[in-house]
């Protein structure tokens, strides 16, 4: 199986950048389909941003567009979420997930598409 190693969550004000880190192991990295998903309190586990396998075609959830990018880096094996003015309510544990997909062109938007995912890393943005 793939295992995820995540990194980056922390406390900044509102308006700041964090940039989370997610590092499979134990997969081939350029199989992988990957995505960024969050679950604030009393909600359930939404799309944050995702990757395709080939051409880094990239998905936004629209609370996040302009804000956050997604991005690889293959030699590195590494995954980022550059998170930028950030909001309060952008507060939630954040996930990184992987998948190998059939599909590689297309961005993943679904938790149910997942195979692997991380252990999670709390963001919390104070007003």
């Known amino acids: 199986q793939v295992q995820l190693v995540e990194s980056g969550g922390g406390l900044v004000q509102a308006g700041g950048s964090l940039r989370l880190s997610c590092a499979p192991s134990?997969?081939?990295?350029?199989?992988?389909?990957m995505g960024w998903f969050r679950q604030a309190p009393g909600k359930e586990r939404g799309i944050v941003a995702a990757?395709?396998?080939?051409?880094?075609?990239?998905y936004y959830t629209d609370s996040v567009k302009g804000r956050f990018t997604i991005s690889k880096d293959n030699a590195k094996n590494t995954m980022y979420l550059q998170m930028n003015s950030l909001k309060p309510e952008d507060t939630a544990v954040y996930y990184c997930?992987?998948?190998?997909?059939?599909?590689?062109?297309?961005?993943?938007?679904?938790?149910?598409?997942?195979?692997?995912w991380g252990q999670g890393t709390q963001v919390t943005v104070s007003s």
């Open positions: 134990g997969g081939t990295f350029s199989a992988l389909a």
């Open positions: 997930a992987t998948s190998y997909t059939r599909s590689p062109y297309t961005p993943k938007r679904n938790s149910s598409d997942y195979s692997y």
């Open positions: 990757i395709s396998r080939i051409a880094d075609n990239t």
